[in-house]
């Protein structure tokens, strides 16, 4: 026996009644030998009443055999860490306990804790976070789902308006079309901000790391803005100083300045809108430091605004968003934006005397060429293009009628993807737009079949598929490349954008 034990468990006594954990000491046969009082406090049982009792009496009958096999292994191997049962308590209900044991001679010596407020604090905490996890997921599908019930009869007012403005207008005709448009995109915008707000909660938005142009790409925010600030009767001052190409995300960083832009123009009353682009050297690593900056003379904010702006849904005060509206989700995006690309945000303003933003960006120099890019030129075609629509909105089918059949294409209508899958089995056609969600057959599955039948015939040149849809998360652009279409033209679809898509589409088959 082991001399630790030669005078008797008795002589633990005292160390056993001061103890708040549930001390026990058993023998090879499995029965209580001693027990602290913690026993009776936790689970009723006096120390008379568990000394002779096996152990495996009191524990949950699904407890048992794995519970033997714990002994077991203290008997064989010396120790057990870590290990949780249920005991029943003298009531009858159970309790989860905690062990820790270890055998000394020809007893085992061991520990208990009762963790059952443990365990159900954990399980109600997995479960809100698993219940928060679902009530996110379906918040981001029900946006999702909105997203596309907007961008679709959205895409018919900017393309059927986008399609008026080329045509003969007067000019009272002309100004209003141009308000009409305005509003589009306006409204455009807010759905575009509602998702970046859901992608970024979800951790599904990210940012590219492709060359482009800064000067070129902020030059042509400047642009936009400028004309909106001169509309409005503001003095626009721009200075970019920043050559070359660089690695990023030039949307998203296009988002950020034209969200700050925006923001300057629309804000500011009278005055002027000043705006600057500037890169650093870049240091040993490539790495260089780009600044944005957009100042206005505008209505400002103090300094307890300014301390909640980058919050969502916040704009200076209720007034404000009365007189000026939006979402008060812009800053918000930004600066999600700006930290995602490893940058940060600031600003300062005076209440009455105007405000002032700064992005600071830690941009790699870009190695490679990349084209600029140009305005989309007019498709250069040596016979009529024979264009198949597979859309099922009406007012989505004449905004593709309104832009394609004035450059001389013929366009062929079908309402659903499995109309479209029978009719290019037995019709050739040079080009086909496919909408993502229709009825019968949605865009994804009439592409694969399409592709499907495409390689049973042995074709060796498939026919070009551009998916249009309002479904506008990069998962749907992925999602269309994987079924087999060549790009995807997230809707609402503008002229410029759509005669662009067909250009490249066309030029990427006929390259070898």
């Known amino acids: 026996m082991d001399g630790r034990l030669s005078k008797g468990p008795d002589d633990l006594s005292a160390f056993f009644d001061v103890s708040l954990d549930m001390l026990c000491i058993r023998d090879m046969q499995g029965r209580f030998v001693k027990a602290s009082p913690s026993w009776e406090r936790t689970l009723g049982w006096t120390v008379e009443e568990l000394i002779g009792t096996p152990m495996l009496s009191l524990i949950h009958p699904d407890d048992v055999e794995p519970s033997r096999a714990q002994m077991a292994t203290a008997d064989s191997e010396g120790e057990i860490v870590g290990f949780i049962n249920r005991y029943r308590h003298k009531d009858g209900f159970y309790r989860y306990l905690e062990w820790r044991a270890r055998r000394f001679g020809e007893f085992v010596f061991g520990v208990a804790r009762d963790v059952t ?88 938005l990210q940012v590219e790391l492709r060359p482009f142009d800064l000067a070129q790409a902020m030059g042509a925010v400047l642009d936009t803005h400028r004309l909106r600030a001169e509309q409005k009767g503001l003095r626009f001052e721009a200075d970019i100083r920043a050559e070359g190409l660089y690695l990023g995300d030039s949307v998203r960083l296009g988002q950020v300045f034209g969200n700050l832009l925006g923001n300057a123009v629309k804000f500011t009353e009278a005055g002027v809108v000043r705006a600057r682009v500037t890169a650093g050297e870049a240091d040993a690593a490539g790495i260089a430091g780009v600044v944005l900056e957009v100042e206005d003379t505008g209505i400002g904010f103090d300094e307890a ?50 405000s002032a933003f700064r992005v600071v960006l830690p941009l790699q120099r870009a190695v490679a060429e990349v084209a600029a890019e140009a305005s989309p030129a007019p498709l250069a075609l040596e016979r009529p293009l024979r264009v198949l629509l597979a859309e099922d909105h009406p007012v989505n089918q004449k905004v593709v009628q309104y832009i394609l059949e004035p450059l001389g294409a013929r366009l062929t209508i079908v309402s659903d993807g499995a109309q479209a899958v029978a009719l290019l089995a037995n019709v050739c056609f040079d080009l086909v737009l496919m909408d993502m969600q229709m ?74």
């Open 305 to 354: 605004q300014g301390e909640k702006l980058f919050g969502r849904f916040i704009q200076a005060d209720g007034a404000i968003t009365r007189r000026f509206g939006g979402t008060g989700l812009g800053l918000s995006i930004c600066r999600s934006l700006v930290e995602m690309m490893g940058g940060r945000i600031e600003a300062r303003s005076t209440p009455g005397r105007g």
């Open 439 to 512: 009825p019968v057959m949605d865009g994804l599955a009439a592409t694969r079949a399409l592709r499907a039948a495409e390689a049973a015939r042995g074709e060796q040149a498939p026919a070009p598929v551009i998916m249009l849809s309002a479904n506008a998360l990069a998962e749907h652009r992925l999602e269309a490349l994987k079924a087999g279409a060549d790009r995807h033209l997230a809707k609402p679809v503008k002229a410029a954008a759509l005669i662009a898509a067909i250009r490249d589409t066309l030029a990427a088959r006929r390259a070898p």
């Open 117 to 204: 407020d443990r365990l159900a604090l954990e399980a109600e905490t997995r479960a809100a976070r698993e219940a928060a996890e679902v009530a996110n997921r379906a918040k981001s599908d029900f946006l999702a789902n909105m997203s596309h019930e907007i961008r679709t009869p959205l895409n018919g007012v900017i393309g059927l308006v986008d399609a008026l403005s080329r045509t003969e207008l007067k000019p009272d005709q002309r100004e209003m079309v141009e308000l009409v448009r305005g509003a589009g995109l306006t409204l455009e915008r807010l759905v575009s901000d509602i998702l970046d707000v859901s992608k970024i909660e979800a951790g599904l």
